[in-house]
């Protein structure tokens, strides 16, 4: 009889947990962006630097192009050159917000039903520089809408990743020809 509660009892914290963990899309001590204006979001932005991971291995002259999609989500389409295998590799994603669009939190996917925070934690007031945090301190990405960045701005946005509890002397610094 013992048995027959424990599996349900079991079932629930397993799904409590599995959903506390999965509502934490942005690293605790960061802010999203309020106000966001979306419009002025979207479009193309070089990735200036990142905290490198598998899927981005090996890529240099990389972007992001962001636009919006008819059934009101956001098209994610990354692309970069992989300089091991000397070709261009390109990713198509989608992303919604997490809360309302004038909040810069997004759930970004590339692999159908499973999400990973997208949190624009810093962005100059005309929408050219951005400070995206993921879920957690293992990702995080300078963005600009040219291929360089000023350094008062890179100077900022790296104060404001280490507040945070970034390390960012693991910032790979992309190269773009």
């Known amino acids: ?12 914290l397993l799904l409590t947990t599995f959903a506390a963990c999965s509502s934490r899309t942005i690293p605790e001590g960061a802010t999203a962006i309020r106000p966001f204006e979306k419009e002025k979001y979207l479009g193309k ?8 991971f598998k899927y981005e291995k090996d890529l240099n002259n990389t972007t992001a192009e962001y636009s919006v999609r008819e ?21 198509t994603g989608k992303a ?5 669009e004038d909040v810069a939190m997004l759930e970004v996917s590339f692999f159908g039903p499973f999400y990973a925070g997208y949190n624009v934690i810093a962005l100059d007031k005309d929408y050219q520089y951005a400070l995206v945090a993921g879920e957690s ?12 960045i000023p350094a008062d701005i890179k100077a900022q946005y ?10 960012t002397s693991e910032l790979l610094w992309v190269k773009h020809d």
Do not use: C, H
């Open 96 to 100: 919604k917000f997490v809360k309302s």
């Open 71 to 91: 059934d009101g989500l956001i098209a994610v389409q990354n692309r970069g050159y992989n300089t091991q295998k000397g070709k261009w590799e390109q990713a």
């Open 137 to 148: 301190l293992k990702y995080l990405w300078i963005l600009s809408r040219q291929k360089t």
């Open 158 to 167: 790296l104060k404001i990743a280490e507040s945070i509890g970034y390390n």
């Open 45 to 52: 932005w070089y990735e200036i630097a990142r905290l490198d």
């Open 1 to 12: 009889m013992t048995r027959y509660i424990l599996i349900p009892v079991a079932a629930v």
